[in-house]
């Protein structure tokens, strides 16, 4: 089991950027397919953006793709979700999420939460002027 601890949420105005990070331990992040998800008050968890292990291939809800962006730095067991051009329709609470295994064995993406074996906590993005 790996754990998953978000940082760097935060309340900024609409149009600003923000970057998340997901730090990881208890296991190499090489061993897992990484992904983001988020959740607003009374809405279902949403997919976001997800990325496979190495090399890294990426996947995005056509909700935040152009805008966000999910990168991972296995040297520092660390995987990022930048995110430009912030809406106000873009406040929640923001996850990361990850699944073990490699590209042989399983897929690296799936929009389903359940797909996931392990999760943080979770971090608070709100957008408003």
């Known amino acids: 089991q790996v754990q998953l601890v978000e940082s760097g949420g935060g309340l900024v105005q609409p149009g600003a950027s923000l970057r998340l990070s997901c730090a990881v331990s208890?296991?190499?992040?090489?061993?897992?397919?990484m992904a983001w998800f988020r959740q607003a008050p009374g809405k279902e968890r949403e997919f976001l953006a997800a990325?496979?292990?190495?090399?890294?291939?990426?996947r995005y809800a056509d909700s935040v793709k152009g805008r966000f962006s999910i990168s991972r730095d296995n040297a520092k067991n660390t995987g990022y979700l930048q995110m430009n051009s912030l809406k106000p329709e873009d406040t929640a609470v923001y996850y990361c999420?990850?699944?073990?295994?490699?590209?042989?064995?399983?897929?690296?993406?799936?929009?389903?939460?359940?797909?996931?074996?392990?999760w943080g906590q979770g971090t608070q993005v709100t957008v408003s002027s």
């Open positions: 999420a990850a699944v073990s295994g490699d590209e042989s064995s399983k897929p690296y993406y799936s929009p389903y939460a359940g797909y996931y074996e392990d």
């Open positions: 208890e296991r190499p992040l090489s061993e897992y397919a």
């Open positions: 990325i496979s292990w190495v090399p890294a291939h990426t």
